[in-house]
């Protein structure tokens, strides 16, 4: 290092920075600091926080200048931040160009102090250590849309992929009660919060979060934090699938998480109900807004499967679903008969593709879940 | 409109003299902030029809450097050059891909 320069170190390193227990080298301050001739031009970053520091921070960078050697003149520029600094010292170094500088310039030896580095950008999107972020929603309650999640889910695992589940319907968690894992808390580890395992499946749900007996009401900045901290605060193993079952309906709630998480796509469930489909399609608008493909549609509870002779008894009209999604351009992945083992397998904690394989509900899920990866393949 | 690859997916970015940028495959790969910057290719770096450069190198400073930086989408990053540009979008899959760049083994 320049003699000077080290001299100058020194001088700083014994300059209190206000009352803050650093001295003027560790707080950081200097910005640039250049020795032209007999002249020390200093310019420093004073937030609006220690602004009370500054007359005495001046006086004594003045004075420990002038105890160095050759340094007759001092020149002390104070700007508020780190922009102005930048733009300060583009305009000075411009005005100086073609001047041969003498001395030491210790801006120019050792950036990293006189520049701090630039802040690494924010991330705001997580999960991206899944191959696919598959977003499982419904334009409204009740159409089996954490059935579908959850037996589209251990489908995949069937299929030998690797999957995760995350319960985002914070007002109304199903998971615990169709995994079998109510009344079991994620456990804490430091700062994150591990999966539950079932299945060959690692989730997390609220429900598994607080007590069933707290009611509790999450308003919009609130479940927008808690959902952002079960996606950055979980030890998510990763894998190729994620699979999202996001609240009913269309709000704020399912916007933020489709964003946050550089969502694949959607995939919309609903009953082939006329209804169900007004409701399917204000799903797929929402999504469509936000730039977030639709992946396919599921129709749920199209036909009744009696469980003593196997009869198929359509409950309702079937086959909307198919209709509406060839009609908008986008898959149908398949439609889910209503069996009683559907029903009991979740409530259970058995769903259905793990209790019941061979039944037709079951068979159903996993051509859905092909048909979901061929989808994705041709994405890609 | 699926996720791109793993390959092209960004981890994390921070810089500490150079452009650290941690892919999710793995790959660490290191950026010089000087090269960085003269390869810009926004319409005021590069024309946007010829592809001629209209940026010219000598007036880039030595001592280059970025003071921000934002994610653009899931796709890219924007810096703010200590110059005073800042509308240049480095895409991860030609950063990865195409342009030149150290690499460091996993830490
Ligand atoms: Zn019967
Ligand atoms: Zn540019």
Request: hydrophobic letters at 40%.
């Amino acid at each position: 290092m320049d003699p000077l320069e080290q001299q100058i170190r020194d001088a700083f390193a014994l300059i209190p920075f206000g009352d803050s227990g650093q001295n003027l080298l560790e707080s950081d301050k200097v910005f640039s600091l250049e020795v032209i001739g007999n002249r020390a031009e200093v310019l420093l970053v004073i937030d609006h926080e220690h602004e009370s520091f500054t007359n005495g921070l001046t006086q004594g960078i003045e004075a420990a200048l002038k105890g160095c050697d050759g340094i007759d003149e001092v020149g002390i520029n104070v700007v508020a931040t780190f922009e102005e600094a930048q733009k300060t010292l583009a305009a000075h170094e411009h005005h100086h160009h073609g001047h041969e500088h003498g001395h030491a310039h210790p801006h120019a030896h050792d950036h990293a102090h006189a520049h701090p580095h630039a802040p690494a950008p924010q991330k705001r999107s997580y999960l991206g250590e899944y191959g696919q972020v598959v977003l499982v929603a419904s334009g409204k309650g009740g159409v089996g849309k954490s059935t579908t999640a959850v037996n589209l889910a251990l489908s995949l695992v069937a299929l030998g992929k690797k999957v995760s589940l995350l319960d985002a319907d914070i007002y109304g968690p199903s998971l615990p009660t169709m995994m079998g894992s109510r009344g079991e808390f994620s456990e804490v580890v430091g700062q994150q919060l591990m999966p539950i395992s079932r299945h060959g499946i690692e989730f997390m749900s609220m429900g598994n979060l607080i007590d069933e007996s707290e009611a509790v009401v999450w308003r919009g900045p609130m479940a927008h934090q808690v959902i952002e901290q079960m996606l950055r605060d979980t030890q998510w193993p990763g894998g190729d699938y994620m699979i999202i079952d996001l609240p009913p309906g269309t709000g704020d709630v399912q916007i933020t998480l489709a964003q946050m998480t550089e969502a694949s796509g959607a995939v919309i469930v609903c009953t082939p109900q006329d209804v169900a489909l007004l409701d399917a399609r204000k799903a797929v608008k929402m999504f469509e807004k936000v730039n977030i493909p639709i992946l396919g549609m599921v129709e749920n509870m199209s036909s009744f499967i009696c469980p003593h002779c196997s009869k198929e008894t359509p409950i309702f009209s079937k086959g909307g679903a198919q209709t509406e999604s060839k009609e908008q351009g986008y898959a149908f992945l398949g439609s889910v008969p209503i069996e009683l083992a559907v029903r009991l397998g979740g409530d259970e904690g058995q769903p259905v593709v793990v209790s019941a394989p061979q039944s037709a509900a079951a068979k159903a899920y996993r051509n859905i879940a092909a048909k979901l990866v061929e989808v994705l393949a041709e994405e890609d | 409109m699926a996720r791109s690859p793993q390959k092209y997916r960004v981890k994390e970015v921070f810089y500490d003299g150079v452009v650290h940028v941690i892919f999710f495959d793995g790959a660490h790969c290191l950026y010089n902030y000087w090269e960085l910057r003269t390869g810009c290719t926004c319409a005021k770096c590069v024309h946007e029809v010829t592809g001629e450069k209209l940026l010219d190198d000598q007036t880039v400073p030595l001592d280059i450097r970025p003071v921000a930086s934002e994610y653009v989408g899931n796709y890219g990053l924007r810096i703010d050059w200590s110059d005073g540009h800042g509308t240049g979008i480095y895409n991860f899959q030609q950063l990865r891909d195409q342009f030149p760049h150290k690499t460091q083994s996993v830490d």
